[in-house]
C-alpha cells in the first residue's frame, strides 16, 4: 500500500478552500450611494427613481413612486440598512388621507446591480435597479 505524504494531504486541503483574498472581497459591503434607475415588474415595467445614501451600513434616501394622477409622483423618505449585500428599506406613505407603508427588500448583485421586492399597499412587485452612470 502506498503512502500519500502528510504534506501533500495538507496542500491539497488548503487548495480546496477558497483564497483569503476572495473571501475577503466577498465580505466588504458594497457602496450604494447614488442614484439608481429602478424598474418596478408588474404587468409592466414601471420606471422610478431611487437615490440612497450609505453611511457604514445604515442607509437612507428616498424613492419617487408614480401616483394614479399622470405624471405626478409621490415622494417617500426611506431608512434602513445594507448587511454584507443584502439591503432593507422602508418608508411611510402619506397620501390622500391613508396612512400605509413601503418595504424593500433585495440584493446588491456581483456586477453592481440590485434586485429585490417591493411591498406596499398594493401587494407585492419585483424590482431591479442599475446606477445612474455620471455624465461626461
Do not use: C, Y
Request: a neutral charge; hydrophobic letters at 40%; aromatic letters at 2%.
Amino acid at each position: 500500500m502506498t503512502r500519500i505524504p502528510a504534506v501533500f494531504v495538507v496542500a491539497l486541503l488548503l487548495a480546496s478552500f477558497p483564497s483569503a483574498r476572495a473571501t475577503a472581497r466577498t465580505a466588504e459591503t458594497p457602496n450604494v450611494t447614488g442614484t439608481w434607475n429602478m424598474g418596478l415588474q408588474g404587468g409592466h415595467v414601471v420606471p422610478v427613481a431611487l437615490t440612497l445614501e450609505q453611511n457604514g451600513t445604515a442607509v437612507s434616501g428616498v424613492i419617487l413612486l408614480p401616483t394614479q394622477r399622470s405624471g405626478e409622483r409621490l415622494e417617500i423618505q426611506l431608512k434602513g440598512e445594507l448587511a454584507g449585500v443584502a439591503l432593507t428599506l422602508s418608508g411611510a406613505v402619506d397620501g390622500g388621507g391613508d396612512h400605509a407603508s413601503i418595504e424593500i427588500a433585495g440584493t446588491v448583485n456581483d456586477d453592481g446591480t440590485m434586485e429585490g421586492t417591493l411591498k406596499g399597499p398594493h401587494g407585492t412587485v419585483s424590482w431591479s435597479a442599475e446606477r445612474l452612470k455620471a455624465r461626461k
